[in-house]
């Protein structure tokens, strides 16, 4: 009845999905794929009994997930303003920056805090009394978009709490020596020790992620090459870090003469210490849980498989906390942990390298369904740059990186020599890295796959080892064919597609706006959004919409090439993510208006895209083009324009059979000389110049264009008062049908041969 | 700690030579398609299995016809390829083989590894060796059709008493055996495989008899009989004869190994 543990991991994972997203495909994928080997291996009665189990498994974790889903039920209102509670995260600066950690509530619920940094951290563990208001975490806003709501309530939060003040000092609980605070000190003093060796220096992040398994102070570039090149898992604590940590001390403890046996009990006592300053993530955890099993069983001389200690490790871990099932990072460790297990067939050979590419290549396979589904996109030279990172940063940087965070806590001033030797050769990787990811060629970007195609996908990898493993090529061929194939699909739909789609995303206060034309015939880019800063230029990459919505839109969408990147105007608001986007994507020509002059903050923003040796266009009235039957006519401005807003490109398209007017942000004065100089103007759709202001969207320009649907891109609560209720006013006098991206989040419009389907996320 | 492959993989010990070898673990395991295995890979190698057969009777295995010089012209131009061995023509000419269809099929080939595992299951005792095969004779019986009944050979009371079990038995774990066969009184005490063919056959004839109990159940009905090895078909071709006069409709019969000759003529000698 034990022999197929992993299947009652499965079955489990399956009945927390049925308590937590119901009826779902992923349940019943689950289900079926825990279930199948049990049907399968059926070969008696006795047998049967594991069928039995497994139901079992699955009624008792759905109960679970029920009954942890009733525990982190809010009790709150909203309207509460004091909460007693005990930091449970380690505080981390936010891009806006905000201190934010996690507390737990007297009650035990949950609450995402934020505090302002005049008012200084709360410790971890500490328990304090937070004086704010609450606040519902807000759904996504944009296709693809980041989904905050869901993933507080993956984690059991269901308000956030801006914090106004706190104070922890009276409420510190009678001091207690416990092991668990005095490592974090040590492991926080730790942080700040090597951080304070060179606060400018990559290699100190670097450093404090692969030691002490915190990421914040990598810059968002360096996560997303890594990300980008598929070796982000090595930035991760897992099974090389433990790994590598056992070997050592292993070494040691046998050079001053104790026996395996006693060494095994030391590492089996050091191991907990171990996840506590490694951060405690996912997969630390997995991993020093499976070594210590490994070490007990050794020196115990059981018997228990890989395969086993996986699976009650990850039935352990979801008993202790069953939301971890949407934790990526345990969705990745444990898939990729179970994968190198279960194909240890495939792994026999001797060469170290050939290994090391066979193992790369069953990690990278098995994960790659997930990783798509993450991140829409993979680099082609995922694998090369694995087997060239891999040993180097395990077998070289790790080494130094722990031999540094030693040298730091016991030799202080010798810490430099293996920094140095780090911060070098690190550099050099990094500069060949980034200059790998700027290529973008290597990049494939296949779009998010729809649940269906993850879990044929999946299908198939599995498919494709079992074949690998029974050494028929012909079969292994045939396998690698669908699965190519299945690739191809996914990367193909879009051309398929026989409708337009045009969205106006949620950027906040700007435009954006995604023109998509049947079978892929253009991708056209209006406006890039951007945020408005007053005061001093932050770090401008890290929160904006361009890596937030626009990026995730369309790399969702399988788009990795922009055919018309058209800038309206050289408003910040319009403009400022266009370093961001032609960073991301191939942009085949940029449009910019004919103008007199161009303004300060324009400028860089052009230079970006001159850099980057995209040819720029200035647009003028009369400009016009053609694709598969879509017109686009230019038909503002005339390039004497004086005022910025005035200068805005305004298109006129018919795009299946229905057309839209962009205006930019066009105001009273070039509406009137369209008036003047177009006599019949009629359009389907308006989108409303300078997001509604009052300024424009005059009576006479309405009554020309005649619209049917008006759309207003405006950012929530915006300090300028957009829409203007003098414009709303007019529009609904006119019967015409507003959508505003402020009370609808994005809104997109599918055409197809005159027909028109409007979707809004809200 | 040496061995971290060992205990992430885990081993399994082999049931003959007791040597580590890695586990079942593998994709085709984790979906539930694996058949156990209980030999390592070395000692899996020296088992012969049967592909190939050169006799739709008795399943005699084609890589090696074994067959008295003289006769081998006659066997050649009468059994035809795939058709009928020289033996089972030789049957065919006595009752009742003349109207009765008889089939047997094997695992493996009786060769001396074989001879030697058999040995130390059946004489010594190592009854565990028998899950090596019991799932493999339910594969190889379905491949001979669907039995309503399946039994075995049984022992005479003092060898079975000396042995503790009884072999067939031991093999066919994995079907639900009826004992139908038992021993006629004035039967010899010596052990069948200390004879020669004509010996053997000689005194088989007519050795075994139905249970009272279970006379009636065999009429019309299939039979599947089990047993360790083929040697001249003998005793299973004498306990089939049984199953037939009381009209059993079809019996076929199942073992371990296929004796092809060679082996007998060098052990011999």
């Not at chain 1, 009826?23 to 079926?32: E, G, L, P």
């Not at chain 1, 898939?335 to 290549?361: D, E, G, H, Y």
Request: glycine fraction near 6%; charge should be positive.
């Amino acid at each position: 009845m034990l022999k197929r543990i992993y299947c009652y991991s499965l079955l489990s994972i399956s009945g927390l999905l049925f308590a937590f997203i119901g009826t779902s495909i992923w349940s019943w994928s689950f289900t079926v794929l825990g279930f199948l080997p049990l049907i399968i291996s059926i070969k008696n009665r006795k047998d049967c009994l594991s069928l039995l189990f497994g139901f079992f498994i699955l009624g008792v974790f759905y109960l679970y997930g029920q009954w942890s889903i009733d525990q982190s039920k809010s009790s709150y209102y909203g309207d509460e303003l004091g909460f007693i509670g005990k930091v449970i995260t380690e505080p981390m600066i936010t891009t806006t920056g905000n201190w934010s950690y996690e507390i737990k509530e007297k009650s035990g619920e949950k609450l995402q805090a934020f505090s302002r940094t005049d008012l200084g951290p709360p410790l971890f563990g500490e328990t304090c009394y937070f004086e704010g208001e609450l606040q519902t975490p807000s759904p996504t806003r944009n296709p693809y978009g980041f989904e905050y709501d869901i993933y507080l309530k993956q984690k059991g939060i269901h308000w956030i709490l801006n914090t106004k003040n706190l104070q922890c000092s009276t409420y510190l609980e009678p001091k207690k020596w416990s092991i668990d605070t005095t490592l974090r000190k040590l492991r926080i003093a730790g942080i700040d020790g090597v951080m304070d060796i060179d606060t400018n220096n990559e290699a100190s992040s670097i450093i404090v992620a692969l030691v002490f398994g915190e990421r914040q102070f990598l810059t968002d570039e360096r996560i997303t090459s890594y990300r980008q090149l598929g070796v982000l898992h090595l930035l991760a604590v897992s099974g090389l870090h433990v790994g590598l940590v056992i070997f050592a001390i292993n070494y040691i403890l046998s050079r001053f003469g104790l026996t395996n046996r006693m060494t095994s009990i030391i590492l089996i006592l050091f191991l907990p210490l171990y996840i506590v300053i490694a951060g405690g993530a996912p997969s630390v955890i997995r991993a020093s849980l499976m070594s210590m099993t490994f070490l007990i069983v050794s020196t115990v001389r059981w018997k228990l498989k890989g395969i086993d200690v996986i699976s009650l490790i990850c039935i352990a871990l979801l008993l202790y906390d069953p939301f971890l099932i949407f934790h990526l990072g345990f969705q990745l460790s444990f898939l990729t942990s179970f994968a190198l297990i279960v194909s240890s067939k495939l792994f026999l050979v001797k060469n170290p390298f050939r290994l090391l590419m066979k193992v790369t290549f069953v990690a990278q396979l098995i994960s790659l369904p997930l990783t798509l589904y993450h991140f829409y996109e993979i680099s082609l030279l995922t694998l090369p740059v694995n087997l060239v990172l891999i040993p180097f940063i395990s077998l070289w940087i790790l080494p130094l990186s722990f031999l540094t965070v030693i040298l730091h806590y016991t030799i202080p001033p010798l810490t430099v020599l293996p920094y140095h030797f780090i911060s070098f050769s690190l550099k050099v990787v990094h500069y060949m890295m980034d200059s790998i990811v700027s290529w973008n060629w290597d990049m494939v970007v296949f779009g998010k796959p729809s649940n269906w195609m993850t879990i044929i996908l999946f299908i198939t990898i599995i498919l494709y080892f079992i074949v690998l493993e029974s050494n028929k090529r012909i079969n292994s061929m045939l396998i690698g064919a669908l699965l190519t194939f299945l690739l191809f699909f996914q990367l193909l739909t879009p051309y398929f597609r026989t409708y337009a789609t045009i969205t106006v995303l949620d950027v906040g206060q700007g435009d954006a706006i995604v023109v998509e034309l049947p079978r892929r015939k253009g991708v056209y880019l209006i406006d890039t959004g951007g945020v408005i800063r007053w005061g001093e230029v932050e770090d401008a990459n890290s929160s904006g919409p361009g890596k937030r919505v626009i990026e995730p839109f369309l790399k969702g969408n399988g788009v990795s090439k922009i055919d018309k990147l058209i800038l309206t105007h050289g408003h910040q608001d319009h403009i400022g993510e266009v370093c961001v986007i032609v960073e991301a994507f191939k942009v085949e020509t940029a449009y910019y208006p004919l103008s007199n002059d161009i303004p300060e903050e324009a400028r860089s923003k052009l230079e970006c895209i001159l850099e980057k040796g995209i040819p720029l266009v200035r647009m003028k009235e009369g400009d016009n083009w053609m694709v598969g039957g879509q017109r686009f006519v230019v038909i503002h401005p005339q390039g004497h324009e004086m005022e910025e807003n005035e200068r805005s490109i305004v298109i006129y398209a018919r795009i299946e059979g229905i057309t839209f007017l962009f205006t930019g942000d066009i105001e009273v004065e070039s509406e009137k000389r369209i008036v003047r100089d177009y006599a019949t103007l009629d359009v389907n759709i308006l989108k409303v110049s300078h997001h509604g202001s009052r300024s424009s969207s005059s009576e006479s320009f309405l009554n020309l264009t005649n619209p049917n649907v008006a759309v207003i891109s405006a950012g929530r609560n915006n300090i300028f008062g957009h829409p203007h209720s003098e414009v709303i006013e007019r529009l609904h006098s006119k019967g015409i049908i507003i959508y505003r991206t402020d009370q609808n989040g994005a809104v997109q419009m599918k055409i197809k041969e005159k027909k028109l389907k409007i979707n809004t996320l809200q | 700690m040496s061995s971290w492959r060992d205990l992430v993989v885990g081993t399994e010990n082999c049931l003959w030579c007791d040597g580590l070898y890695d586990g079942m673990l593998s994709w085709t395991w984790a979906v539930g398609l694996w058949k156990e295995e209980k030999l390592c890979p070395q000692c899996y190698e020296k088992l012969e299995p049967i592909t190939e057969i050169a006799c739709e009777e008795c399943g005699r295995p084609a890589s090696s016809i074994w067959m008295p010089r003289t006769e081998k012209e006659v066997a050649g131009k009468e059994a035809g390829p795939g058709k009928k061995c020289f033996d089972c023509i030789r049957w065919a000419k006595g009752k009742p083989w003349d109207e009765c269809s008889f089939q047997h099929r094997a695992l493996y080939v009786y060769n001396p590894f074989m001879q030697e595992l058999l040995s130390r299951f059946k004489y010594r005792g190592d009854v565990e060796l028998a899950t090596i095969f019991q799932w493999q004779l339910k594969k190889l019986a379905r491949k001979l059709g669907t039995f309503e009944i399946v039994t075995t050979i049984p022992l005479k009371d003092k060898r079975h008493w000396e042995r503790g079990f009884n072999q067939g038995d031991a093999l066919s774990k994995q079907f639900s055996t009826t004992p139908l066969l038992q021993f006629k009184q004035s039967h010899s005490e010596r052990k069948q495989s200390k004879r020669s063919r004509e010996e053997r056959i000689r005194d088989l004839k007519g050795v075994f008899q139905l249970k009272e109990e279970v006379i009636p159940l065999i009429k019309g009905k299939e039979v599947l009989i089990i047993d360790d090895i083929y040697t001249t078909g003998a005793t299973l071709r004498s306990a089939a004869e049984t199953l037939y006069c009381h009209g059993a409709k079809r019996v076929c019969t199942v073992t371990v190994a296929r004796s092809t000759g060679e082996l007998k003529v060098s052990t011999d000698k």
